[in-house]
């Protein structure tokens, strides 16, 4: 049987008495892009938060290209090549926006590139102008607005040149003008070009998100996480319709969901 580029199985995450997940499996194609929805408190973060090591699972596995990283470092995790931008952002205040793209791309990845200070400097300005706030790249991550925070969050992840891009809720806290911006620019980065320098094609993405009419524009597979379990697993068209779905989180508003 051929090897998934991401294969997560029986994936359970306990917090004292709390199940956050509980038994999720599924796995991914390297070209996919799948949409992550479900109510407050599903466990969608936590699923992330698993994937990028950030937490350590009860049970389960996570195998990625064929490797299991259960329970791996996050800092290998990103040089096996897996971001994430996570909801509640932290950046570096007191450092210059540009500075705070360069920290993650220091990995022993881009040194064996040989890629050092000017040429991580290029590539951080690149995923600045990506998430569009190039100009102002010299000014502190504290002068940021939420929107713009959540671009510099999008640009940090993008600049380390990520086989799979897991986005928190990229377009939380955006307008519905800059939702647009953002949502045609992440379709943009998995299809492929400017950032596909070391991978010729643009990376695997899981989108977790609440505004689904945008996020439906640009996935094409929806993963609903309910209590933790996987409530359904199909086509964006197909899961819409989907009665436990509809009874579970859209209710009867469907799509307009935002
Ligand atoms: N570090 C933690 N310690 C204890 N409980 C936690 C922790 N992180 C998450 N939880 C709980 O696990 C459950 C799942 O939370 P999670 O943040 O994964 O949900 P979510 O689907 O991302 O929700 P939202 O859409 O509101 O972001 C919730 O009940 C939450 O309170
Ligand atoms: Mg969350």
Known sequence: MAQSFLEVKNLRKEFGGLTATNDVTFSM???????????????KTTLLRLISGILKPTSGSIKFKGKNITGAKTWNI?????????????????????????????????MKRGEWVKKVEAKAMDALEFAGISDMALEKASTLSQGDL??????????????????????????PA??????????????????????????AMIIIEHKLQQLMKIVDRIIVLNFGTILADGPPDVVVKDPKVIEAYL??????CS
């Open 78 to 110: 990103v040089n096996m090549g897996i971001a994430s931008t996570f909801q509640n952002m932290r950046p570096f205040r007191r450092l210059p926006i540009v500075a705070n793209v360069m920290v993650p791309c220091l990995s022993p990845r881009a």
């Open 29 to 43: 194609g390297r070209r996919e892009i799948i949409g992550l929805i479900g109510p407050n408190g599903a466990g």
């Open 251 to 256: 209710g009867d508003g469907g799509t307009t």
């Open 178 to 203: 800059e939702t647009e911006l953002m949502a045609k620019s992440v379709a943009r980065l998995h299809k492929g070009g400017r950032f596909g320098r070391l991978h010729s094609e643009g990376p």
């Open 150 to 175: 959540k671009r510099l969050e999008v640009a940090r992840a993008v600049a380390t040149d990520p086989e799979l891009l897991i986005l928190d809720e990229p377009f939380g806290g955006l307008s």
